[in-house]
């Protein structure tokens, strides 16, 4: 009989422990994509991945942990996507526009993202942490550059963060599209100090966005939009 090193088993071991563990995070990515976070159960998740009840409480100890796992994937994603872009600008204003165009284009692309983005900053706040403390940075430095603009580093972090969560949620209802991206940035960008003018030099110099826009279907027409009967009334 074949003997079996010890050093080999040991590694199977933990690739397969790390194939399950991810395959219960991408169960959980997906259902969370589809369902309020608090309504999915353990049952939900060991069905969606195929495993056993008692194989989840190997890797977690409950459905928190889970949901902390899978918004740590997210903020992972979302460095990576971000980062070199980021770095290669100088211009604060113009590092916020890249990264909230980014967001969008992505949100364009994959709307299922867009609203699993949604859920989990609701489900996980603190999930953000690094993605929040990567764009204080660049507010700090754009209250710099734009002194007597009104509004601090810190409420500006809010202003943004909040627009943001908002069009997520837009844009995995596919309320919104392409054709918004543009308007959508430049509202941030008035938001938190900038005028009309300044504004559009900041989105004549966007670089191409770190995922690229990938137009999504045909918008509705006005009358079944959200919102078009209040507004013609």
């Known amino acids: 009989m074949a003997k079996v090193n010890p050093i080999r ?15 219960l995070v991408a169960a959980a990515n ?18 969606e ?20 796992a899978v ?5 992972q994603s979302f460095d990576e996507m971000l980062q070199s872009g980021r770095l290669s600008l100088d211009d604060p204003a113009l590092r916020i526009a890249f990264g909230c165009s980014s967001f969008i284009d ?7 993202w867009a609203s699993l983005v949604a859920r989990m ?18 507010l700090q430095q754009f209250s710099k550059n734009l002194p007597g603009s009104g509004a601090s580093a810190e409420l500006n972090l809010e202003i943004v963060v909040g627009i943001m969560l908002q069009l997520m ?9 392409s054709l918004d991206r543009d308007a959508a940035v430049s509202a941030i960008l008035r938001a938190i100090g900038l005028n009309a003018r300044q504004a559009k030099s900041v989105l004549a110099r966007l670089p191409g966005s770190a995922d ?13 939009r959200p919102g078009a009967a209040s507004s013609a009334a």
């Open 106 to 112: 992505k949100a364009l692309g994959d709307p299922r």
């Open 49 to 68: 991945a195929g495993v056993a009840k008692g194989t989840f409480y190997v890797h977690f100890d409950g459905l928190d942990a889970l949901t902390a």
């Open 71 to 75: 918004a740590e994937d997210l903020v």
């Open 30 to 47: 997906s259902l969370f994509a589809k369902q309020a976070v608090e309504s999915v159960t353990v049952d939900d998740v060991v069905r």
């Open 121 to 138: 900053a609701a489900a996980a706040p603190k999930g953000g942490e690094l993605l929040r403390s990567r764009l204080f940075e660049d």
């Open 212 to 224: 690229g826009a990938v137009p999504d279907g045909p918008r509705p027409p006005k009358s079944q």
């Open 169 to 177: 949620r837009a844009l995995g209802e596919r309320r919104l599209s």
């Open 9 to 23: 088993r040991a590694e199977i071991g933990r690739e397969k422990r790390a194939r399950t563990r991810a395959e």
